[in-house]
């Protein structure tokens, strides 16, 4: 049978009587329904699964980068609290060598013995008036003392030797006599040291609110 009469056969089947088609045609059908009802399944049930789970894996892999986010942030805090940790211990070294209220005193006598020690005749040590800061506050004296050149570096080096803070600011330093041939001479300097304030005073040193600054 060739592909004419096929054709001539299946235009003359009678849609209304299939049990009267040959064999190969009902057959034929069977296959071909079947072929339908299997692209229609896939169509109507398994697309939408399908659909459904690229939705799915797309939310898998937005979860996925942002835990991947969160992990990086998570262990980036850690470092942060190392860093943080670690800028507080430095801080309270730093907080330990403000002296207090009480041990100012003390730190301007070892200042002035420094001065004895270095062998500077004193002319001057006048304390300045404290200036308050955040936390701490600068606590300056006025210094006018007179050696030779060695003296002086003798002194200002044991001066930032000290276990306290002190800091050598507005230094002047002429020879006696306004001979530049001198080998004595005269120092003028602020010698700042630093004290923690007290809960108190840093409350009293905040600025109350609707204040003028002066």
Known sequence: MNVQDILKEL?????????????????GAVVLTAVLLILAGLYFVVQPKYDELQVEQGKETSLREEFERKQKKVAALDAYKDQLAEMERSFG??????????????????????????ALEEELFEPQGEVPKDFYAEV???????????EMGQFVSAVAALPRIVTIDEVELKPIG??????????????????????GEIVEAKPRPGARKP
Do not use: C, F
């Open 93 to 118: 070294t730093m907080l330990r060598q403000l002296p207090s209220k009480t041990e100012v005193a003390n730190l301007l006598q070892d200042i002035s013995q420094t001065r004895v020690q270095s």
């Open 178 to 199: 306004g001979q530049a041939a001198s080998t004595q001479l005269r120092m003028s300097a602020l010698a700042k040291t630093y004290r923690y304030l007290d809960d």
């Open 140 to 150: 300056p004296n006025r210094i006018i003392v007179t050696g030779n050149y060695h």
């Open 11 to 27: 235009q003359s089947l009678d849609a209304q009587n299939p049990g009267a088609w040959p064999g190969w045609a009902r057959n």
